[in-house]
């Protein structure tokens, strides 16, 4: 049996959402994968933490429905700017492959920042971009 391979996921308020879970399976089928999820600390009005809490709320949300499909993974919350968030985690002997997931183009503030072309650059490796819907707190 091969190592898993170590897959990078840039993730916040799509962590936990069954797009991010269904990529992540899916990857799974192909051969063992073990992950670590960054998600970025943004600043919201709702958490006076600086958005530390709600990520670590859908980090461990993520990290919940991982475990369940047999999956390793740990998760990491990041500097709310998501390339120094990346760049913070980031190397090139820790990681095989990236996936960078955000919201639809009308909503996501990350696209606008052409981050997963920006992460590709940043960290050399193909990295695969995912498209998700925020999960709703009655879904976790």
Do not use: Y
Not at 11 to 24: G, I, W, Y
Not at 26 to 43: E, F, M, Q, Y
Not at 88 to 110: G, K, M, N, Q
């Amino acid at each position: 049996m091969s190592p898993p391979a170590k897959v990078l996921v840039v993730a916040n308020r799509t962590a936990d959402s069954d797009e991010v879970h269904a990529a992540l399976v899916g990857r799974a089928h192909d051969g063992p994968i073990d992950v670590t999820l960054v998600a970025p600390a943004a600043w919201e009005v709702v958490d006076p933490h600086g958005g530390r809490q709600s990520a670590l709320r859908r980090l461990n949300a993520a990290l919940t429905r991982l475990a369940a499909a047999g999956i390793t993974a740990k998760g990491v919350v990041g500097d709310a700017d998501p390339v120094a968030a990346v760049q913070d985690i980031w190397d090139a002997e820790r990681f095989d492959e990236v996936i960078v997931a955000t919201l639809p183009h009308h909503l996501s503030r990350w696209l606008g920042l052409d981050l997963p072309h920006r992460v590709e650059r940043l960290t050399g490796l193909p990295t695969r971009h995912v498209i998700a819907s925020e999960r709703s707190a009655v879904a976790r």
